[in-house]
T-cell receptor
Framework: DAGVTQSPTHLIKTRGQQVTLRCSPI?????VSWYQQVLGQGPQFIFQ???????GRGNFPDRFSARQFPNYSSELNVNALLLGDSALYLC?????????????FGPGTRLLVL | DAKTTQPNSMESNEEEPVHLPCNHS???????IHWYRQLPSQGPEYVIH???SNVNNRMASLAIAEDRKSSTLILHRATLRDAAVYYC??????????????FGQGTILTVHP
């Protein structure tokens, strides 16, 4: 089975533009979480979606939005890009079992804002 | 949310054991501790999790202190491929995470040939 896939792998945008990042979870996983990882820091939680509904949101401005589709894939949108939005954006699909949940991460999309 | 404390970095030689400590003094009684690692240029990957007793899997062992205020991730024989940032992930308040993992700075593990 394929793992979590993300597209594109790399992206360059300029300030003020908008960007859409895509994620496909592991087959059978219904939950997707998004994280932002700035260079030198650990990933920071942005959103979690389950069954197409937002179930959690991190401390990010309204410029960040997301949605989940009927096939459980997801998109993360960022409007009015700032230089500080340059980061690795990670998507993870979630499996909940005994002992809590395990998240499986994709390789990420590296966004550079100029 | 519970908080964790890890050393910024550790070093090891190849094929030697590595003990990566984590302090989670604010953990509650029903919360699992999870460990993830992030290899260079990759997304994080799950390593192991546990509640009260020691846990083993093919990747590592997890030793949890009796008072659950700390835990140690053990790599029995480090390889060059184990060079990564290791994150001790605290549980979230109430034991439900809604898909949220709280990553700190983690421990950068360097493995020398």
């Amino acid at each position: 089975d394929a793992g979590v896939t993300q597209s594109p792998t790399h992206l360059i945008k300029t300030r003020g533009q908008q960007v859409t990042l895509r994620c496909s979870p592991i087959s059978g996983h219904k939950s997707v979480s998004w994280y932002q990882q700035v260079l030198g820091q650990g990933p920071q939680f942005i959103f979690q979606y389950y069954e197409k509904e937002e179930r959690g949101r991190g401390n990010f401005p309204d410029r960040f939005s997301a949605r989940q589709f009927p096939n459980y894939s997801s998109e993360l949108n960022v409007n009015a890009l700032l230089l500080g939005d340059s980061a690795l954006y990670l998507c993870a699909s979630r499996f909940r079992g005994v002992g809590g949940e395990t998240q499986y991460f994709g390789p990420g999309t590296r966004l550079l804002v100029l | 949310d519970a908080k964790t404390t890890q050393p910024n970095s550790m070093e090891s030689n190849e094929e030697e054991p590595v003990h990566l400590p984590c302090n989670h003094s604010t953990i509650s009684g029903t919360d699992y501790i999870h460990w993830y690692r992030q290899l260079p240029s990759q997304g994080p990957e799950y390593v192991i999790h546990g509640l009260t007793s020691n846990v083993n899997n093919r990747m590592a062992s997890l030793a949890i202190a009796e008072d659950r205020k700390s835990s140690t991730l053990i790599l029995h024989r480090a390889t060059l491929r184990d060079a990564a940032v290791y994150y001790c992930i605290p549980p979230n308040a109430g034991g439900t995470s809604y898909g949220k993992l709280t990553f700190g700075q983690g421990t950068i593990l360097t493995v020398h040939p």
